[in-house]
């Protein structure tokens, strides 16, 4: 007789699962598949765990997992049998043998998986924990045999210090899960984008304990010679702000493994956590934002500080013609655009850096050929808080498309900025202090 644990389906055809029975998924008349990248035995399953055969990449619940890795099945999961495509929904019968093992299944191989820019190693055994302890990977565990800074081949390293095995096997002992961290975009530090991973989907739903967990990491913001030796300066402190938006202790591999006092350090001038929410959202307090008779409003701040988000909220919305270079190209074509919205009778807000007098002279003679006033907003946000917002948007997904901005320009506009004057033409000027 059989044992029901499942079903795995989509719109073509629902396959049982059978407990202690492996089920081949793959391109043929079962499925109807015909997609010549999806191998004829492209997975096997065999409740709970779900192993890849084909040399093209399945995934389960957007997670990749490569040949011979294995993912495990859970009721309401998507498989994509191959490439993001063919996808098969999963769910558990309510019956005693799978409430005994599908919740508590674990994958009991070793296995690579890549979500994004993530690339997730799980060794096998690997058990879940409210304690963590994390780990920065290059100059924290491991380091280069050569001496040089990039490792010159895929066996050019070594672990860092003698002390680092010995500590690692004391911490799985005592009920700690070790964590290892590297990876780009919204997983690169100091976002917590791999933290979040790890708490909500790679943790078997234990919830983490902060108090009782740590992290690691040699980006620690230390200025040159820290130490003896002619220690250099850290080349970021990019570590130390991961554990701090995160709320973990820190320490750096010398602190941690050899015991070491804590160095000085330092962290970015500006502070996120220091702005004042409270603040007016402009000056002087007595101004208006908006007009309800036509005007041209050019904006001035670095790239970053805040002006294309503060115009979508609170100027465009009121039918303000939007005018920016990132957009149209040129600041010929802007000027076009500005004096077009004009002669339609349209109110016109400009979203370029305009740095100095002669950028912004160019609306505000527009502005006066159509008999109107020209306003002035200074972003008041300040250089390392543009660099700041600029790293943000780097790392974190948005549905607005920004041109990526490197310190050279934030640095250029620095260097040609002039502050805004009522003599230039502008009817009146307006502090933002806003981003």
Request: hydrophobic share 35%; with cysteine; net charge positive.
């Amino acid at each position: 007789m059989m044992n029901i644990g499942g079903r795995i389906y989509n719109w073509i055809k629902d396959f049982l699962l059978e407990d202690g029975r492996a089920l081949m998924l793959g391109r043929g008349p079962e499925t109807r598949i015909t997609d010549k990248k999806c191998s004829r035995h492209q997975v096997s399953t065999s409740l709970p765990v779900l192993p890849q055969l084909g040399p093209n990449p399945s995934s389960l619940d957007g997670q990749c997992l490569g040949r011979g890795a294995s993912g495990c099945l859970a009721t309401g999961c998507t498989l994509y049998l191959v490439n993001q495509s063919h996808p098969f929904t999963v769910e558990f019968l309510d019956s005693p043998s799978v409430k005994a093992t599908a919740p508590s299944a674990t994958c009991s191989q070793s296995h690579w998986q890549q979500i994004g820019s993530l690339l997730l190693f799980t060794a096998a055994g690997l058990p879940d924990s409210s304690k963590i302890a994390g780990f920065d990977v290059d100059g924290c565990i491991i380091t280069t045999k050569s001496g040089k800074v990039f490792p010159t081949s895929p066996d050019d390293w070594r672990v860092l210090f003698p002390e680092i095995q010995p500590r690692l096997a004391s911490l799985l002992k005592t009920g700690y899960k070790v964590f290892a961290s590297t990876a780009p975009g919204i997983y690169r530090k100091p976002v917590v984008g791999m933290w979040e991973h790890l708490c909500e989907k790679a943790n078997g739903g234990v919830t983490i304990d902060v108090s009782q967990s740590f992290y690691v990491g040699d980006a620690a913001g230390r200025p040159a010679n820290w130490a003896l030796g002619k220690k250099k300066k850290d080349f970021s402190c990019s570590d130390r702000l991961f554990a701090l938006n995160i709320g973990l202790q820190f320490h750096t591999p010398e602190e941690y493994f050899l015991g070491w006092k804590p160095a000085q350090f330092s962290l970015p001038e500006f502070d996120p956590r220091k702005l004042d929410s409270k603040r007016r959202l402009y000056d002087p307090p007595d101004a208006s934002l908006t007009s309800t008779k036509q005007e041209v409003i050019v904006a001035v701040g670095f790239p970053g500080s805040g002006k294309s988000t503060f115009f979508q909220a609170h100027i465009i919305p009121k039918g303000y013609a939007y005018v920016n270079r990132d957009i149209l190209g040129s600041w010929q074509q802007c000027v076009s655009a500005c004096e077009r919205a004009l002669k339609e009778g349209r109110s016109v807000a400009v979203d370029n850096t305009n740095p100095d007098p002669e950028s912004r002279k160019r609306y505000i003679v527009v502005s006066q050929s159509a008999g109107v006033p020209c306003r002035c907003f200074n972003l008041t946000a300040s250089l390392e808080q543009a660099k700041h917002n600029n790293r943000f948007r780097e790392m974190v997904p948005s549905a607005t498309k920004h041109v990526p901005v490197n310190d050279m320009v934030i640095h250029s506009y620095r260097k040609k900025f002039v502050a805004p004057s009522l003599s230039e033409g502008f009817s009146e000027i307006l502090q933002i202090h806003f981003g």
